[in-house]
């Protein structure tokens, strides 16, 4: 498993932009494909986009298709999730989990970061 931690979420109005960022100082995501989940309130937890890291090939859920994107610095070991055009739909607790390339379950996940939109 690698350690994860997330930043970057915060109180935003409808139509702002937030950037998150998920890091590991204890390992490297070569070889691992790198996702964001969120889950609101009464709600399952949903994906939200992924990247191969090595590819950088990403994938994103329909909801957020052209609003947000997802990203890597592997200087960093650093992966983004862009957060454009928000809506108060986008409220959820905000996760970055890992898997390794290939494999089905994402076994590494980060303790998650709040993002708010208001009206």
């Known amino acids: 498993q690698v350690q994860l931690v997330e930043s970057g979420g915060g109180l935003v109005q409808a139509g702002g932009s937030l950037r998150l960022s998920c890091a590991t100082t204890?390992?490297?995501?070569?070889?691992?494909?790198m996702a964001w989940f969120r889950q609101a309130p009464g709600k399952e937890r949903e994906f939200v986009a992924r990247?191969?890291?090595?590819?950088?090939?990403?994938y994103y859920a329909d909801s957020v298709k052209g609003r947000f994107t997802i990203s890597r610095d592997s200087a960093k070991n650093t992966v983004y999730l862009q957060m454009n055009s928000l809506k108060p739909e986008d409220t959820a607790l905000y996760y970055c989990?890992?898997?390794?390339?290939?494999?089905?379950?994402?076994?590494?996940w980060g303790q998650g970061t709040q993002v708010t939109v208001s009206s």
């Open positions: 989990a890992g898997r390794v390339t290939g494999t089905a379950d994402y076994n590494s």
């Open positions: 990247i191969t890291w090595n590819s950088a090939t990403t």
């Open positions: 204890t390992h490297t995501f070569s070889g691992y494909t």
